[in-house]
Structure formats: C-alpha cells, structure tokens
C-alpha cells in the first residue's frame, strides 16, 4: 500500500455507522453515508505527500468526491465564504477559505483500495495544489460552511509541533 506513516487511531474515531454532515450556509443540510459518497461522480488525484515531520510518501494514489460537487449538492448561500473540517475525533478541525477549497478531493481510496481507517479512513481530505500536511483532515465527519474565517485547530497543532 502507500508510503504513509501510520499514526494512533484516536478512540474517537468510530467508522460504524459513519456519516458526513455538510452544513452552516447552506440552501440543503447534506447527512451522507459511505455509500452515498460512492454512488456520486468520483475523481482520482495523484501525488507526493510531505509531512512536517520530515517524510515524504510518493506517488499516492487518491479517488473520491470532489468537493466542489459536494458543495453543488449542499448550496452554499450567499453569505458562505470559508470551510471549516472537522475530524471525528471531535478535537480536530481545519479551516479554508471557499476559493481554495473547491479544487480538494474527500478521498475514499488510496491506491486502488477502500481507505483504511489508519490513514484517515473512511474520508480524508486531500487538498488540491501546494498544501501543508496538516491540511489533510483524517478521519473527515463534518464541512461547516461559514460567512466568516473560523478558528481551527489545525494551524495551531501543527505551528506548535515546529516549536
């Protein structure tokens, strides 16, 4: 499989019975199980993934949702401007301004498999273009859809791991 690192799989990930939540400024509340993903258009991205860390996996193999036709079937309201991400493990999340999140893709599969929950199974967030590792929400149960920039964990988890 990938090269990527496997990291504890927080006991507040439970993938039974998983959902994604799409939700705030929105025309439609979106509640979508595994297969609801999977009957919907799926993309495929290919690329390294580098880590703060210090690793790089390379040439992974990505196929999911494109999150611009998860925003399309949510409808975003006028007043949406940012994204915030959460993580099932209630304490992670990620913001994103709408512009640069359009191109990002809610992987199911990592090179041509279901996507384990060690990797951020059953969802994951893979940003489009030059992202930080940490914008690669694991484990992906909620997009919150806002009219003003959120405060995420994320940006602060990682600056403080380079401290």
């Known amino acids: 499989m990938s090269g990527l690192e496997t990291h504890e799989v927080p006991e ?3 993938t039974d019975g998983w959902r994604l939540t799409v939700d705030g400024c929105v025309d439609r509340r979106l509640s979508l ?3 609801d993903l999977r009957a919907m258009e799926l993309a495929s991205a290919t690329g390294d993934f580098s880590c703060v860390e210090g690793w790089t ?3 992974l193999s990505w196929r999911g949702v494109r999150v611009v036709d998860l925003l399309r079937c ?3 309201d006028e007043e949406a401007a940012f994204a915030l991400v959460h993580a099932m493990d209630g304490e ?3 913001g994103y301004s709408l512009d640069d999140f359009g191109g990002a893709l809610l992987a199911l599969e990592l090179d041509g498999e279901p996507l384990p929950v060690e990797h951020g199974g059953p969802a994951r967030l893979v940003p489009a ?3 930080d590792c940490w914008e690669s929400v694991k484990w992906v149960s909620r997009i919150e859809l806002h009219a003003t920039e959120p405060a995420d964990t994320a940006r602060e988890l990682a600056l403080s791991r380079l401290r």
Do not use: K, R
Request: hydrophobic share 30%.
């Open 74 to 76: 949510a409808g975003p």
């Open 129 to 131: 273009g030059d992202s």
């Open 92 to 94: 992670y999340a990620c």
């Open 33 to 35: 199980s595994h297969d």
């Open 57 to 59: 996996a390379t040439d």
């Open 12 to 14: 507040a990930v439970e």
